[in-house]
């Protein structure tokens, strides 16, 4: 059984930083790619960064691009570093990982096969 388990949520001034972490247990996660999404109140969820677990390829949607990092921690953690922060990038942000993630699909949330339940980043401008 898959678990993601996200932290590192909080409340931070427009400029500030964050990083989220997500930890996976349950799987050796050797042909996974994890991927953060974000939902904002009144919006559809959307991709936010993703990487592969072997190989390490990553991606992310043009809105964050610059601003945040995504890697791999210690023992299965999926990390997202947040940088320069906008009022924007207040939402509940998710971890998910799924199996056979093809590059042209990581944007797509259907594709993940797991999910973590979500932590609040709130931006003040």
């Known amino acids: 059984q898959v678990q993601l388990v996200e932290s590192g949520g909080g409340l931070v001034q427009a400029g500030g930083s964050l990083r989220l972490s997500c930890a996976a247990s349950?799987?050796?996660?050797?042909?996974?790619?994890f991927g953060w999404f974000r939902q904002a109140p009144g919006k559809d969820r959307e991709f936010v960064a993703s990487?592969?677990?072997?190989?390490?390829?990553t991606f992310y949607a043009d809105s964050v691009k610059g601003r945040f990092t995504i890697s791999r921690g210690n023992a299965n953690t999926a990390i997202v570093q947040m940088n320069s922060l906008k009022p924007e990038d207040t939402a509940v942000y998710y971890c998910?990982?799924?199996?056979?993630?093809?590059?042209?699909?990581?944007?797509?949330?259907?594709?993940?096969?797991?999910w973590g339940q979500g932590t609040q980043v709130t931006v003040s401008s």
């Open positions: 990487i592969a677990w072997t190989g390490g390829h």
């Open positions: 998910a990982s799924g199996p056979w993630i093809v590059d042209d699909d990581v944007s797509v949330p259907d594709r993940y096969r797991y």
């Open positions: 349950g799987d050796t996660f050797d042909y996974f790619t």
